[in-house]
């Protein structure tokens, strides 16, 4: 293990710049933070460092909520000068967000406020976009066209802020901006979803079920591309990967199994939900399996209220108790029979 000292020795020889010692020192940080205390094979999260962080978000929630609060009331008094209001208010908004995120994130390296961060951010682009491109009785008219354009801009600008700060949550809200965005598209062309059930019932009329399929599959393909340049989850790479497989998994998952599990193909929705296992172990991501099988229970027993769930909610919960008993050992002979198939250097060990 290289000390404090091993860098201040390393600076002063010149084998190291103060700002490559840095660097090192934080990726050190970053790393026994998410990693320390883990047993080998088992998947790093980390949602807060410390109360501190915690301290440090609820001042921002309520730092926003008077902001908020303060900016509503100045419109109320200025109606028709809203836009430019709301315009403005964003424009402020974004710069105080992101000089605390040179603080919080840069400097600090904090996890909690860069969550919480990010958020406001994302809520503040698109509360600035929207106020500016879309129209004003759009949801009286029913007419949501100028909508596109205020979230696509919304998420680009959500994509500079994770090129810069480089928040593995953001990914996500990057990811969920994307979906949002190409449904609503989808909805000005084919007409919008007659209910909720038909985003993910490939059987429902309209391509809902198949753009979310397809947004879905990239998703997933972008997280798999983290997760294969960073195969030892040791970088924020990893990170970044396990919150879009978090968005990835329902999408996928949950547009297959539930489309089955209405139609009543219990013996195919097995297989199904038995590949995306196989996946799931293969490259070690329980929250792949954990979002999607979650969200499965959560939409058949209460939108979809299919007959008979019971009883499939009950095999699931069996099944997972049992993966998470035997992840390591179910893996590790997995690998084994598929070590001449797969690139197992670009694959987390199995231990």
Same mark, same amino acid.
């Given at each position: 293990?290289?000390? /404090?000292?091993d860098?201040?020795?390393? #600076?002063?020889? +010149?084998?190291?710049?103060e700002?490559?010692?840095?660097?090192?020192?934080? &990726? $050190?940080?970053?790393?026994?933070?998410? =990693?320390?205390?883990?047993?080998?094979?088992?998947?790093?999260?980390? &949602?807060f460092?410390g109360?501190?962080?915690?301290f440090i978000?609820v001042?921002? &929630?309520?730092?926003?909520?008077?902001w908020?609060a303060v900016?509503?009331?100045?419109?109320?008094?200025?109606i028709?000068?809203y836009?430019?209001?709301?315009?403005s208010?964003?424009?402020?908004?974004?710069?105080?967000?992101w000089?605390?995120s040179?603080?919080?994130? %840069?400097? %600090? /390296?904090m996890?909690?406020?860069?969550?919480?961060? $990010?958020?406001?951010?994302?809520?503040?682009?698109?509360?600035?976009?929207?106020?500016q491109?879309?129209?004003?009785?759009?949801i009286?008219q029913?007419?949501y066209s100028?909508?596109?354009l205020g979230l +696509?801009?919304a998420?680009?600008?959500l994509?500079?802020?994770?090129?810069r700060? =480089? *928040?593995p949550?953001?990914?996500a809200?990057?990811?969920?901006g994307l979906?949002?965005?190409?449904?609503?598209l989808?909805?000005e062309?084919s007409?919008?979803? #007659?209910?909720?059930?038909?985003l993910?019932?490939?059987?429902?009329e +309209?391509?809902?079920?198949?753009?979310?399929l397809? *947004?879905?599959?990239l998703?997933?393909?972008?997280?798999? !591309?983290?997760?294969?340049?960073?195969?030892? =989850?040791?970088?924020?790479r990893s990170a970044q990967?396990?919150?879009?497989? *978090? *968005?990835?998994?329902?999408a996928?998952v949950?547009?297959?199994?539930l489309?089955?599990?209405?139609?009543?193909?219990t013996?195919? &929705?097995?297989?199904?939900l !038995?590949?995306?296992?196989?996946i799931a172990?293969?490259?070690? /991501?329980r929250s792949f399996?954990i979002?999607?099988?979650?969200?499965?229970?959560?939409?058949?027993?209460t939108?979809?209220d299919?007959?008979?769930?019971?009883?499939?909610?009950?095999a699931l919960?069996?099944?997972?108790?049992?993966l998470?008993a035997?992840?390591?050992r179910? /893996?590790a002979?997995?690998l $084994?029979?598929?070590s001449?198939?797969?690139p197992?250097?670009r694959l987390?060990? $199995?231990?």
């Open positions: 293990m290289i000390s /404090r000292d860098l201040r020795a390393a #600076v002063g020889s +010149g084998l190291l710049t700002a490559q010692a840095a660097s090192l020192s934080a &990726l $050190s940080d970053s790393r026994r933070g998410a =990693r320390e205390d883990l047993a080998p094979g088992d998947e790093p999260f980390e &949602l460092k109360f501190n962080e915690i978000v001042g921002l &929630l309520i730092l926003a909520s008077g908020v900016n509503t009331a100045s419109m109320l008094t200025e028709v000068n836009r430019t209001q709301a315009t208010a964003a424009l402020i908004g974004a710069g105080v967000i000089a605390l040179e603080y919080f994130i %840069r400097r %600090r /390296r996890v909690a406020p860069a969550i919480a961060l $990010s958020l406001l951010f994302a809520a503040n682009a698109v509360t600035g976009f929207t106020a491109y879309a129209q004003p009785f759009m009286a029913e007419d100028s909508l596109p +696509g801009l998420t680009l600008a994509l500079v802020y994770w090129l700060f =480089r *928040v949550f953001a990914m809200l990057i990811a969920l979906f949002a965005v190409a449904l609503i989808t909805a062309q007409g919008g979803p #007659v209910e909720f059930a038909d993910f019932l490939l059987s429902a +309209g391509p809902f079920a198949w753009v979310t397809v *947004v879905g599959l998703v997933f393909a972008v997280a798999m !591309g983290f997760d294969l340049s960073d195969p030892h =989850r040791v970088t924020r990967g396990f919150w879009l497989h *978090v *968005v990835a998994a329902p996928l949950n547009t297959l199994a489309s089955l599990l209405t139609n009543e193909q013996l195919t &929705l097995a297989l199904v !038995g590949l995306f296992a196989l172990i293969i490259i070690d /991501r399996l979002t999607a099988i979650g969200y499965i229970v959560a939409l058949s027993s939108v979809f299919v007959e008979g769930a019971g009883f499939s909610i009950l919960g069996i099944a997972l108790v049992i998470g035997f992840w390591a179910i /893996r002979a997995l $084994s029979l598929l001449g198939v797969l197992l250097h987390p060990p $199995s231990h």
